[in-house]
């Protein structure tokens, strides 16, 4: 049966869709194409999936928030499992626009639970965020630790969003795992995003701003390994075994963290990218941003131990690798 895959002109979405096309599978992908950054680029992701695809691959203009749009999708066919990337994205965007994060993040993540539970799908994995760990110190950051405190709206739906998700395994026994990404980054990103921002001003002799003062430590995690992690994920969904899982439920549901598993220095990361562009950056020092966190970090031993998940790209190798396509999709 195919394989639901939301989001799917996004950044992560797409490359999802990509691996599971080129293994074989048949992916039904909607996005809403809405404007939180440029069309153009979701349009092309689409378009690279079309062309490399055909019939196997079929595209639906559709927002999940729209519970009827949802259901006449759902009508044509239900699939045999879905992986939920579809997200209304960004930590400071949410302060702005509050209300785009309860339509996408709430409503449409209350809309596929209630199609996946109604439609017998096996299997529903679903995108989290290292966001919601929020003013947490304690680090590396792990499922086990609570996430009551998050510092944005953001952070909060993708916290609501695992919530959601306990009961629907609980109450109707629907295999689910929440996915906690930290910040991903390769070819195709995002534009709202610090890889694909700091780029474009190095080669454009525009300044950098680095917020917090420059102190700033993520955990950077190459696209490759995040899609790598989505589909052992999503190929081996949780027993409904009553037993303990990552991130503490009973229930088939479990929750883990995809990330490189270590912190990097904002600064190392816009050197490696200097040494891509072959240009010198112009750094601009900020304070930190509110809804922000100075530093991310990931363990992901509970993903290691169940799935044998294993991250092989570095930040000196994945870098240049985002610099390489983003010069060449623009020409620069």
């Not at 070819?187 to 454009?204: H, K, N, S, Y």
């Not at 809804?291 to 363990?299: I, K, N, S, W």
């Amino acid at each position: 049966m195919a394989i639901l895959v939301t989001g799917v002109a996004g950044f992560i979405g797409f490359h999802v869709a990509a691996h599971l096309l080129a293994r074989g599978e048949e992916v039904i992908g909607i996005d809403n194409l809405n404007d939180y950054y440029r069309v153009d680029l979701k349009r092309d992701r689409v378009a690279a999936l079309e062309r490399g695809h055909g019939a196997a691959f079929r595209f639906h203009h559709c927002d999940f928030a729209d519970d009827a749009a949802l259901r006449a999708l759902f009508a044509t066919g239900a699939p045999g499992s879905i992986i939920h990337l579809g997200a209304q994205a960004g930590v400071r965007y949410s302060i702005e626009n509050p209300a785009a994060y309860i339509r996408a993040n709430i409503v449409g993540h209350a809309n596929l639970l209630e199609l996946a539970r109604h439609s017998g799908v096996r299997h529903m994995v679903y995108a989290s965020s290292s966001s919601v760990y929020g003013g947490n110190r304690k680090l590396p950051f792990a499922v086990e630790d609570r996430v009551d405190h998050p510092l944005s709206l953001y952070a909060a739906t993708k916290k609501a969003d695992e919530l959601m998700s306990e009961t629907y395994a609980h109450l109707f026994r629907l295999p689910q795992t929440g996915l906690r990404f930290f910040t991903v980054y390769g070819p195709w990103g995002r534009p709202d995003m610090a890889m694909w921002i700091f780029t474009q001003a190095v080669l454009e002799g525009r300044p950098i701003r680095l917020f917090n003062e420059g102190r700033m430590r993520r955990d950077f995690t190459y696209i490759d390994d995040i899609v790598a992690g989505i589909i052992a994920s999503h190929d081996t969904p949780p027993p409904d075994d009553h037993q303990e899982k990552a991130g503490g439920s009973v229930a088939p549901h479990r929750i883990y963290n995809i990330g490189n598993n270590r912190a990097e220095d904002l600064g190392k990361v816009v050197h490696l990218i200097e040494q891509a562009c072959g240009k010198p950056a112009i750094t601009e020092l900020a304070p930190m941003q509110a809804g922000d966190v100075p530093e991310t970090f990931a363990d992901i031993s509970a993903i290691q131990r169940d799935l044998g998940y294993a991250p092989t790209t570095p930040i000196d190798r994945g870098v240049p690798a985002f610099v390489r396509w983003y010069r060449d999709y623009h020409g620069v």
